[in-house]
């Protein structure tokens, strides 16, 4: 058997593939490494937002750097409830993300980036890229993000989508931090709501957001909404410079957990490991990818190649029960509770927890207690709960259910439901 030419290979080079870089960066600088990106450049084009009271100590050594934008507080709006939450957050934009992966290793021969490469074939210790080439490393990682038939991995789910219009201003912004939720605008179309990230007092992220039953988005649409939203709060003098969108599928059924490598694209007789949304290292219920992926980088990094795999089925196992925990609140907020009261669902979180366990919550290391505070209270209006029953039937019997409540029922009888 031929030596690899490789330690690391990392497939995609988008946020997760970024992260184990600048992790191996610093705890195996002498690694030699390739990642392989099918476009021209590392990182896509996005925003991530993460609280970093929620890095361990040990990432912070070596992620500290590339933070972009930080605000010692942000916000909630729901109907007339608002909170001030006394947590720091921070954002990191994916070209300067991009910009300082590539700066870390600049004078490093051992680390290689190959963009305009597509990889066809991937397996254990070898991939195949489009132009017939095999490559062959110690630990092939596949970390590639969600495309446009992630929603295909799940037998169930509802979908996080939004578009964002990055613009600037001629006067300054009216809020001085991030409100991650203003439901001011219509809601049509599932819970919907406007986040917005000042980076400048007249330099400003605005995303029309909303958990939907269905995928479908139209651009001009939200531009619409974000329009009146800026009109509402007296912003009138503005023009786009960047846009972002993306449609998030938000899992009911149980496929793809963490550390579930099912779905990877690999070779006939061995498995890659899957980093990043193929592997399941993101948060079902918001979309947050950064904390599970920062934990994933640093697990591979400080082991070896060849013990990397326990280490991550040791990391999988930790975060396990609790990526089951937050797939039931996607059923109850997609199957049990209709479009139109979806707020109550999101002020009571934020009115019964303490701004530790928001915090903790979205950086998936929630405790029971905080899952217990979560779900235990009264209820919102507006249940459906046959609709709910019947999301706990297989898919197709789920999709019959749907125009057949009675039929549902008796299913449901006969699994003893």
Not at 176 to 197: A, N
Not at 315 to 341: D, E, G, I, Y
């Amino acid at each position: 058997m031929r030596p690899s030419q490789f330690d690391y290979i990392l497939v995609g080079g988008g946020l997760q593939s970024g992260l184990i870089v600048l992790a191996l960066k610093h705890y195996q600088p002498q690694s030699k490494v390739l990642v392989v990106e099918r476009f021209e450049r590392l990182g896509g084009n996005h925003t991530w937002s993460f609280h970093p009271k929620d890095v361990s100590a040990t990432a912070s050594a070596w992620l500290e750097s590339i933070v972009e934008y930080r605000w010692p507080s942000y916000q909630v709006r729901l109907k007339r409830f608002e909170k001030k939450i006394d947590v720091a957050y921070a954002s990191i934009s994916s070209e300067h993300f991009a910009s300082m992966v590539m700066r870390s290793i600049e004078s490093e021969e051992a680390f290689v980036v190959r963009t305009n490469t597509e990889v066809t074939e991937i397996a254990k210790n070898e991939i195949t890229t489009s132009k017939g080439e095999k490559v062959s490393g110690r630990l092939v990682l596949d970390c590639r993000g969600p495309g446009p038939s992630s929603a295909s991995l799940y037998s169930m789910c509802g979908y996080q989508k939004f578009w964002g219009f990055e613009i600037v201003l001629k006067s300054d912004w009216p809020f001085d931090g991030p409100i991650v939720m203003d439901d001011r605008v219509d809601q049509s179309d599932g819970f919907r709501f406007i986040y917005s990230l000042p980076f400048e007092r007249r330099r400003v992220l605005v995303e029309d957001t909303r958990f939907s039953n269905e995928s479908a988005i139209d651009r001009d649409e939200c531009l619409a909404k974000v329009r009146m939203y800026l009109a509402a709060i007296g912003v009138d003098d503005w023009s786009i410079v960047r846009e972002e969108h993306g449609i998030l599928p938000m899992p009911i059924s149980s496929e793809l957990f963490p550390g579930s490598n099912g779905q990877c694209k690999t070779g006939e007789n061995s498995q890659a490991l899957c980093g990043g949304y193929v592997g399941g290292w993101f948060h079902a219920a918001t979309g947050y990818s950064f904390p599970l992926a920062i934990a994933f980088a640093e697990t591979v990094a400080s082991s070896t190649p060849e013990s990397a795999e326990s280490e991550l089925a040791k990391l999988a196992q930790m975060h396990r029960s609790r990526a089951r925990f937050v797939r039931f609140l996607n059923r109850l907020l997609f199957r049990l509770v209709k479009p139109s009261t979806r707020y109550q669902i999101f002020r009571r979180f934020y009115d019964v927890l303490s701004n530790d366990s928001i915090a903790r919550f979205y950086s998936h290391r929630f405790t029971w207690r905080d899952a217990f505070r979560i779900v235990v209270g009264w209820p919102p209006s507006g249940l459906q709960p046959i609709r709910f029953m019947g999301s706990f039937l297989p898919a197709a019997a789920h999709a019959s259910a749907r125009s057949n409540p009675k039929s549902a029922t008796n299913s449901l009888k006969e699994m003893g439901i």
